[in-house]
């Protein structure tokens, strides 16, 4: 198994939450939803890492969002993909709902906390909202 270091950026606007469908020019978790997310580089920090992705995925820009929590990493077994994925989550609001997405999603939807269980998603990706949630710091 091999070690990936990868951050999670969860948005809400209006007590609505950003989930965004993957493309099939990714390499993983093709057609999942997911949140924002990426690779950590070398010896990146995790916040800068967050905010370049949501720029990247969403165009919003780092004037447009505002960190509610942060939280340490969750370690997420992939057997399928051979990964431990070490996730460093993010949550982020935002004030504007009109984002662009880049080519490594194909469609994006605002929905309430409480329809995870409709969209298939990437592994574990409702409960380490749960957690992130637990920390937010108003």
């Known amino acids: 198994m091999i070690d990936k270091k990868i951050v999670t950026c969860f948005i809400e606007h209006n007590d609505k939450l950003l989930i965004l469908r993957r493309s099939n020019k990714v390499g993983t978790y093709r057609g999942k939803w997911a949140s924002v997310s990426g690779h950590i580089e070398g010896g990146e920090d995790e916040h800068s890492r967050a905010l370049i992705e949501i720029e990247e995925e969403t165009k919003l820009k780092r004037t447009d969002v505002k960190l509610l929590a942060k939280s340490k990493p969750i370690i997420i077994s992939d057997k399928e993909n ?57």
């Open 82 to 138: 051979s990964y431990f994925w070490k996730v460093y989550p993010f949550l982020f609001k935002t004030y504007r709902s009109d984002i662009k997405i880049d080519w490594e999603h194909i469609e994006y939807k605002w929905i309430s906390p409480t329809e995870f269980d409709k969209f298939d998603t990437v592994p574990m990706l409702y409960e380490v909202y749960k957690k992130i949630r637990k920390n937010i710091q108003y």
